[in-house]
Nanobody
Framework: QVQLVESGGGLVQPGGSLRLSCAAL????????MAWYRQAPGKQREVVAH???????NYTDSTKGRFTIFRDNAKNMVYLQMNRLKPEDTAEYFC?????????WGKGVLVTVSS
């Protein structure tokens, strides 16, 4: 059974940093691409960052240079390091894997950027 469990959300001031973590269970983690998505209130869910099994990364334009996605295959973990956070980064953040053509999601963690 595929299970994704996120952690690390919270309240941070503008300009601050947070690191999100996602534990992936039930898959051979090292062979799958992983991604982080977010969904702000009243908006559609959007991809934030993506990392391939070969560690190639891609980012949405609004997060390039501020966010870093990385993975630890030994621990079955994927992370999202978020720096220079802005109020518009406020959203629910979700870990994602496309496993055998089915998208699996974690329950999400809330990130609030506010003074």
């Amino acid at each position: 059974q595929v299970q994704l469990v996120e952690s690390g959300g919270g309240l941070v001031q503008p300009g601050g940093s947070l690191r999100l973590s996602c534990a992936a269970l039930g898959i051979v983690f090292r062979i799958y691409d992983m991604a982080w998505y977010r969904q702000a209130p009243g908006k559609q869910r959007e991809v934030v960052a993506h990392i391939t099994s070969g560690r190639t990364t891609n980012y949405t334009d609004s997060t390039k240079g501020r966010f870093t996605i990385f993975r630890d295959n030994a621990k079955n973990m994927v992370y999202l390091q978020m720096n220079r956070l802005k109020p518009e980064d406020t959203a629910e953040y979700f870990c994602n894997v496309n496993y055998d053509r089915v998208h699996y999601w974690g329950k999400g963690v809330l990130v609030t950027v506010s003074s």
